[in-house]
């Protein structure tokens, strides 16, 4: 979920006050702290209000509001929680150039409440001593107890207005311009079998653009550092993605094969127009031989709806060959709308399961009252079919209801993500539930294999070319 809300400057100017506060004096006793920590965590009722200082109370609540419902909550370890948490802490100090001694980390036995007391002792005896940090030491531990839970769809959203450039206009991007054929979920470690060269796949606008990039180009280095380590992405390749607050100018190496030109050049990030075409949920056009081609940029309210509309026009005054569904870089959203699509193809199945940590399983089913299209069906995936998509394209593979073509999709569908409100007006979110496919098989960081494994080459992104989209038309042409 995400929140939208309106800073308005008397709410600034409240927060800018609690935040000098909370830099100039003592945490309070543990006594005297707020009721956040014994509040439970519940899903918000409204869009949530001005956000306030991350404290330790609410580190509380987000730890055994994780604990108490998360799919894994009753197996977790919880003391890989706070090791993660302390070590985050420490790393900010040091960063900061301000450790102390009395950063250590206590000894836990494996009870909650009680590691939770002895953490919290040492967490605000640290903090004590550098009260300037303290709201940063917060959310730096806050972040890491939620990344330690190493779940895809674990999140806390927070600092939501400084997470936009202040000129952003609807529609714009930010970032170096381009795209390569490794994605930003895998450049942040999330896994993935990409292997070498790393090539632009599409340029977007914004410096890419202006320094005269084009799909096929090899990016040999990235800040000097060798983008593959004995064959796998490595962290210099996250640098291609940054995200807004993020502004350091990235230096690439480049070779343009078709010519065997190198070059070098300087990409500093920012804001840029896109092609606002790209922007639309569902792209749909009539391809050679009566096909009906659905491009689904994601599992928004109504994408289901929509791609079955735009294929009932194409259909009009003709009778289609097969339908192409394209969800390369589709990053999920609604598992509803993910069933949704796939009751056009198949009827009276099971989708795929949600299941709690003791495998209690609900059936996510087909919705017969959906009219069936009755066509041949190809689905392109990629490494950027996530969550919802991954849905999808387990269930139209099991069910036999179309062919999958393309690369084996992100692995990332550990579960629907439910959010909770926290004390200081922020959201975290985690599943509640595990997902598995149809077969009751586990996909989250495995993927979905395609039938036809047809990867995009620097050649082909140079030439123009698409093999998955001329496999995909060779098979319903048959």
């Given at each position: 979920m995400t929140a939208v809300r309106t800073a308005v400057r008397s709410g600034a100017a409240g927060l800018a006050l609690l935040l000098a506060a909370a830099c100039t004096t003592p945490t309070p006793p543990r006594g005297q702290a707020g009721a956040a920590a014994g509040a439970v965590c519940a899903p918000p009722r409204a869009i949530p209000g001005a956000e306030t200082p991350t404290t330790i109370d609410v580190v509380e609540q987000a730890y055994f509001c994780i604990?108490?419902?998360?799919?894994?909550?009753?197996?977790?370890?919880?003391?890989?929680?706070?090791?993660a948490?302390?070590?985050?802490?420490?790393?900010?100090?040091?960063?900061?150039?301000?450790?102390?001694?009395?950063a250590t980390m206590p000894a836990l036995t494996g009870d909650r409440k009680a590691d939770?007391?002895?953490?919290?002792?040492?967490?605000?005896?640290?903090?004590?001593?550098?009260?300037?940090?303290?709201?940063?030491?917060?959310?730096?531990t806050l972040e890491a107890v939620v990344a330690a839970l190493d779940d895809d769809h674990a999140r806390w959203a927070h600092d939501i207005e400084r997470q936009r450039h202040p000129d952003h206009y609807d529609g714009d991007g930010y970032g170096l311009g381009l795209q390569t054929n490794v994605t930003g979920s895998e450049a942040s470690g999330a896994p993935g079998p990409t292997i070498p060269?790393?090539?632009?796949?599409?340029?977007?606008?914004?410096?890419?653009q202006a320094a005269g990039l084009r799909p096929g180009d090899v990016i040999e280095s990235i800040d000097g550092s060798a983008p593959f380590i004995d064959g796998r992405a490595g962290p210099a390749i996250a640098a291609l993605y940054p995200q807004y607050?993020?502004?350091?100018?990235?230096?690439?190496?480049?070779?343009?094969?078709?010519?065997?030109?190198?070059?070098?050049?300087?990409?500093?990030?920012?804001?840029?127009?896109?092609?606002?075409?790209?922007?639309?949920?569902?792209?749909a056009k009539l391809l050679d031989g009566d096909v009906a081609y659905v491009r689904i940029a994601g599992f928004a309210p109504d994408s289901a709806d929509r791609a079955l509309r735009a294929v009932s026009r194409l259909r009009t005054g003709r009778t289609l060959s097969g339908v192409v569904l394209d969800l390369r870089g589709n990053g999920?959203?609604?598992?509803?709308?993910?069933?949704?699509?796939?009751?056009?193809?198949?009827?009276?199945?099971?989708?795929?399961?949600?299941?709690?940590?003791?495998?209690?399983?609900?059936?996510?089913?087909?919705?017969?009252?959906?009219?069936?299209?009755?066509?041949p069906l190809v689905v392109l995936v990629d490494r950027g079919c996530a969550s919802a998509c991954e849905?999808?394209?387990?269930?139209?593979?099991?069910?036999?209801?179309?062919?999958?073509?393309?690369?084996?999709?992100?692995?990332?569908?550990?579960?629907?993500?439910?959010?909770?409100?926290?004390?200081?007006?922020?959201?975290?979110?985690?599943?509640?539930?595990?997902?598995?496919?149809?077969?009751?098989?586990v996909?989250?960081?495995?993927?979905?294999?395609?039938?036809?494994?047809?990867?995009?080459?620097a050649e082909d992104a140079a030439a123009g070319r698409d093999p998955a989209l001329t496999k995909a038309l060779a098979l319903l042409h048959k």
């Open positions: 604990l108490g419902n998360h799919h894994r909550g009753a197996a977790l370890d919880a003391r890989a929680l706070l090791t948490g302390f070590a985050a802490l420490t790393r900010e100090l040091n960063r900061n150039g301000r450790d102390v001694p009395e939770w007391a002895a953490f919290e002792a040492a967490y605000r005896t640290t903090t004590d001593q550098v009260p300037a940090l303290r709201d940063e030491l917060a959310v730096v060269p790393l090539f632009v796949t599409a340029v977007q606008g914004g410096a890419a607050p993020q502004a350091r100018p990235v230096r690439l190496r480049l070779l343009r094969q078709t010519t065997g030109r190198r070059w070098s050049v300087t990409l500093a990030p920012g804001l840029f127009p896109q092609d606002p075409a790209t922007l639309r949920a569902v792209r999920g959203g609604s598992p509803s709308e993910a069933t949704r699509l796939v009751s056009a193809f198949a009827r009276g199945k099971v989708t795929g399961y949600q299941c709690t940590a003791d495998d209690r399983c609900e059936s996510m089913r087909t919705d017969d009252t959906v009219e069936p299209l009755g066509l849905h999808f394209g387990s269930a139209v593979k099991d069910l036999r209801a179309g062919r999958l073509v393309g690369t084996r999709t992100a692995g990332m569908i550990s579960g629907p993500a439910r959010s909770y409100l926290l004390a200081n007006n922020t959201l975290l979110a985690f599943p509640s539930k595990r997902h598995l496919g149809s077969r009751r098989q996909i989250d960081r495995i993927g979905v294999p395609p039938d036809h494994h047809v990867p995009l080459t």
